[in-house]
Each structure stands twice: as structure tokens, then as C-alpha cells.
């Protein structure tokens, strides 16, 4: 079964502009969460989405929002780009919440110039 | 306040060495479950293990082994007779039942091991 799927692999933007990245979940994982990973630190948490419903949401600015599709695939969408959201964007899976491992797809790595 | 604490920055090891990696949570829940990945050169992190905070059985699993222990707050891995494959970023994660279903991650431990 493929793993989880996220697109583009690479991304350059310039400050003020807007951004989609987009997920698709591991065959049967009803569950889709976003992270941000700044180089040198661990994942940050910015939401999770399950059965299409927002269920978790980090400590992220407005300009940060996401949905997920009937076919669990989601987008995560980044406003207004500041520099410092240069970063490994990665997608989890899981079959359900908190109790369960999620499994990463290989990210999106944003660049903004 | 930091969730997950992972005081080893980075750790070196000559190949066939032991090596523990060390994790100490904090949470107010009595249900959350604790998770370790690996995150290798290439960025994709890998799922190594789970446990629930109603399982404290230490877990053996061919030449990986963790050890949990609420009395401690800490949920450490251990890698016995460690191989260049090792070498790779490994993270410690946190979720809470009741926590709103985020996963909280240490800031890792970069594992270097030296043929």
C-alpha cells in the first residue's frame, strides 16, 4: 500500500504571497495532521483533521488554515508569507486521534524569499 | 511548558556500542501515550513504537528496547550493538486523551555512529 503522499516536494515563494500544500493520507487513515518543522527542532503541531472536522489546532497564527476532502486527502493554505515560515511542512496519517501513531509523508519544503 | 524534554543534543557512538536515548514527559493526564520516531537523512520520519500510559512493560524489539517508567516521567530507548544504519535524528512525542489531539515532540537527538 503506498505511504502518505504530499505535494509539492519543493516550494519558493516570496513574502506576501499565498501557499497550498496538499496531503494525501494512507489508504483507510481517516485522520490527517500538519506540522511545521524548522530546521535543528522537533515537528510543531498545527492541526489535525478527522472525519473532515477540525479536532486539533497548535499555537499558529490565522494566516494558517486547512481542510481535509470526503476522500480524507487534505490542504493545508499559508497566508500573508513571512520568512519565517521557511520550513519542512509534513503531513501525518492515522487511523484515528490522540491514541493513535501517525505516519509521515516525506513533507514540503518551503522556501520564502 | 515543554511537553517533552530530550536533554541529548547530539550523541556519538562507535559501531557495536550501546547507546540510550533519553526522554521525560510531562502531562497532567492520566491517559496519553507516548511515541518514538526516526527521522534518517533523507526527512521522512519513520514510527518506531507506542505506548499507553497504562502499560509500562518494557518493550523488546530485536535490537531495539524502550523503557518506560511513570515514576520517572521518562520513556527511553535503547539501541544495543548500534550500526551505521542507526545514525539519524530521533524524536520523542507526546499525546493526551484529553489534550485536544495534538502530538507534542521533543527537539530530538541526533545519533551519530561511527564505523
Known amino acids: 500500500d503506498a505511504g502518505v503522499t504530499q505535494s509539492p516536494t519543493h516550494l519558493i515563494k516570496t513574502r506576501g504571497q499565498h501557499v497550498t500544500l496538499r496531503c494525501s493520507p494512507i489508504?483507510?487513515?481517516?485522520?490527517v495532521s500538519w506540522y511545521q518543522q524548522v530546521l535543528g527542532q522537533g515537528p510543531q503541531f498545527i492541526f489535525q483533521?478527522?472525519?473532515?472536522?477540525?479536532?486539533g489546532r497548535g499555537n499558529f497564527p490565522d494566516r494558517f488554515s486547512a481542510r481535509q476532502f470526503p476522500n480524507y486527502s487534505s490542504e493545508l493554505n499559508v497566508n500573508a508569507l513571512l520568512l519565517g515560515d521557511s520550513a519542512l511542512y509534513l503531513c501525518?496519517?492515522?487511523?484515528?486521534?490522540?491514541?493513535?501513531?501517525?505516519?509521515f509523508g516525506p513533507g514540503t519544503r518551503l522556501t520564502v524569499t | 511548558a515543554q511537553k517533552v524534554t530530550q536533554a541529548q543534543t547530539e550523541i556519538s557512538v562507535v559501531e557495536k556500542e550501546d547507546v540510550t536515548l533519553d526522554c521525560v514527559y510531562e502531562?497532567?493526564?492520566?491517559?496519553?501515550?507516548l511515541f518514538w520516531y526516526k527521522q534518517p537523512p533523507s526527512g521522512e520520519l519513520v514510527f518506531l513504537i507506542r505506548?499507553?500510559?497504562?502499560?509500562?512493560q518494557n518493550e523488546i524489539s530485536g535490537r531495539y528496547s524502550w523503557n518506560f517508567q511513570k515514576s520517572t516521567s521518562s520513556f527511553n530507548f535503547t539501541i544495543t550493538a548500534s550500526q551505521v544504519v542507526d545514525s539519524a535524528v530521533y524524536f520523542c512525542?507526546?499525546?493526551?486523551?484529553?489534550?485536544?489531539?495534538?502530538?507534542?515532540f521533543g527537539t530530538g537527538t541526533s545519533l551519530t555512529v561511527i564505523p
Open positions: 501525518a496519517s492515522s487511523l484515528g486521534t490522540a491514541s493513535y501513531e501517525q505516519y
Open positions: 489508504s483507510g487513515h481517516k485522520s
Open positions: 483533521y478527522y472525519e473532515k472536522e477540525e479536532r
Open positions: 502531562t497532567r493526564d492520566t491517559t496519553y501515550y
Open positions: 505506548r499507553n500510559s497504562f502499560d509500562e
Open positions: 512525542a507526546l499525546s493526551e486523551a484529553w489534550g485536544g489531539n495534538q502530538f507534542y
